[in-house]
């Protein structure tokens, strides 16, 4: 049940009616998720939302694959069950395959080593109040993330957690999830812009057309 009441583009607080408007142009339903509408009833923590789908839509390195690996790893470890249902559906449309994402889902290995090493850097510390051990930092690093990887692990970690607890405690209702959703940019790492990869990153998708 909602805990606080559920904003339109015409009734929002008016510090938050640009970051509300923007949400709606690029939403293929033309309106807000009921997770945005609700989150508009503080433009700060709207701002906060929307800053950082925008810091790792811009200047991410990892491609959506691997994001979405460590938002559904995310997920799962912490048990929301909104953001496991969201990030197994993205992760599939971005070549995870059914066993991969279930592997996901239970923490165990997906087949690949790079991002299981990767995944298991943010579920020790979504795990352990953000304690990650010297063993499971290390290996990461054994078969190839660079300090830039394991850094911009946390940036979707925390995106991830930011919005499954933020829907948990106001008490969003769950909106209808469409498959169109992921053609939009409301949604880190369903566009971004198009840079030159950096030595050693590995390579971005390119986006979907629109």
Not at 26 to 37: E, Q
Not at 87 to 102: D, H, L, P, V
Not at 126 to 142: E, L, P
Request: charged residues 20%.
């Amino acid at each position: 049940m909602s805990r606080i009441p559920t904003h339109t583009v015409e009734n929002e607080p008016d510090a938050a009616r640009p970051l509300l408007q923007a949400i709606a142009q690029s939403s293929p339903t033309g309106r807000p998720l009921n997770l945005h509408a609700h989150v508009a009833n503080s433009p700060a923590m709207l701002a906060a939302y929307t800053s950082l789908r925008a810091a790792t839509a811009e200047h991410g390195t990892l491609d959506a694959k691997v994001s979405w690996a460590l938002n559904l790893a995310t997920a799962a470890t912490v048990g929301n069950d909104y953001m496991i249902g969201i990030a197994s559906r993205f992760a599939g449309m971005n070549g995870w395959t059914e066993a991969q994402i279930a592997a996901l889902r239970a923490g165990t290995t997906t087949g690949d080593a790079r991002i299981d090493a990767l995944t298991d850097v943010v579920k020790d510390a979504a795990a352990n109040s953000g304690k990650v051990t010297d063993a499971t930092w290390k290996a990461a690093q054994q078969v190839g993330w660079s300090d830039e990887h394991l850094t911009e692990a946390f940036a979707f970690q925390g995106l991830t957690m930011f919005t499954g607890s933020g829907r948990a405690t106001l008490g969003a209702r769950r909106g209808r999830w469409s498959p169109r959703f992921a053609r939009g940019s409301w949604w880190p790492g369903s566009r971004r812009r198009a840079r030159p990869a950096r030595p050693g990153s590995p390579a971005r998708r390119a986006a979907p057309a629109q």
